[in-house]
């Protein structure tokens, strides 16, 4: 039995993909899943956990004896000590979506798991932190556009993503607009049909990047790829390790003026947001969900290793650094 914690279900990228992940696990034959939620929990129409919860797959009491537990933030941790004490022999999966402690979880990294990291850049990221005893394990970043709202044919226009940083998205709507371009404004991170369907008619999308540390799983990128916007990012590292420069985005600065300079010559410059739009979809080919289920069945066959390496990593004595020499 495979028992999911969510302690606090949310309605942004990071609970989407935890949601599908589990939904993979669904279809192993070797495990039976459970998911657990506060029984104060009251589920948004919109939430990724309301088709699991309707489906018979949430419990108002967590399993006694699990065989695997499946955690993801700070607050699954903490119902996770509270249920199950201090278990070192309790294998524990544990999802990664950010960098910093927010999203390790709460006591985390004293522990061992099965450390899973959604997505390349992140996991290159966590790996640069040196903060990780045992082995990181990845799953790609995926999106399936038969989620997505279908794109029209006739695009124009822009869509400024711009969650985090909403002065400088709406300063690159205003120059927009000044010149004459369509442009609408999107600073909020949910309900995702909302942003989903802006992006419809949008023939490019100014994506501008999560803080370092927030977690960005790529997915407001891939699903521009996926309904043929031209894409233009801000400078500041992406998590995600998803856009090329000049093959399926353009990369500038944190800077309104650049950035209206970029979108700008994208509406103007057919041929060159026709390239990009391609480089787009040929990311999206070697991003499709498919391949991160077959990786996240990997993880799960290989599941007994992967808790032996952990455990064993964390019975090794941490190194002390070395005295500096004279």
Known sequence: ??????????????S?????????????????WRLWMPASTRLHPESPWQALASSGL???????????????????????????????????LHLL???????????????????????EGLAEGLRRSQRLREPLQVLPACL????????LRLKQ??????????????????GLLAAGFSCRCELSPWPRTHWQQAMVDS??????ASPDGRPDLGQRQLAAMAMGAALVVDGRPLVDGLHRHGSNALVCLADAAELIQAATGLLQDSALRARLVQGGKAVLLRHRT????????????????????????HAAPALSPLPPSR
């Open 97 to 119: 979506h950010g960098l910093d402690l927010r999203h390790w979880g709460h006591g985390a990294l004293g522990q061992p798991a099965v450390r899973v990291a959604l997505g």
């Open 58 to 92: 949430l419990f108002a009491l967590p399993h006694p004896a699990p065989a695997l537990l499946l955690l993801s933030d700070a607050a699954d941790w903490r119902e996770a000590k509270r249920i199950y004490g201090d278990r070192p022999d309790l294998p524990k």
């Open 144 to 151: 399936d556009p038969e989620t997505l709202p279908p794109p």
């Open 290 to 313: 498919a391949l991160e289920r077959l990786r996240f069945q990997e993880v799960l066959d290989q599941l007994p290793s992967h808790w032996s390496a952990a455990r064993l990593a």
């Open 1 to 14: 039995m495979a028992q999911v914690l969510v302690a606090d279900p949310g309605l942004g990228s990071a």
């Open 16 to 32: 989407h993909k935890l949601a599908q992940i589990v939904r993979y696990g669904q279809d192993q034959p070797h495990l039976r």
């Open 203 to 208: 023939a490019v999308v100014v994506h501008l």
């Open 157 to 174: 226009g822009c869509l400024v993503l711009g969650r985090d940083h909403p002065e400088l998205a709406l300063a690159v709507q205003q």
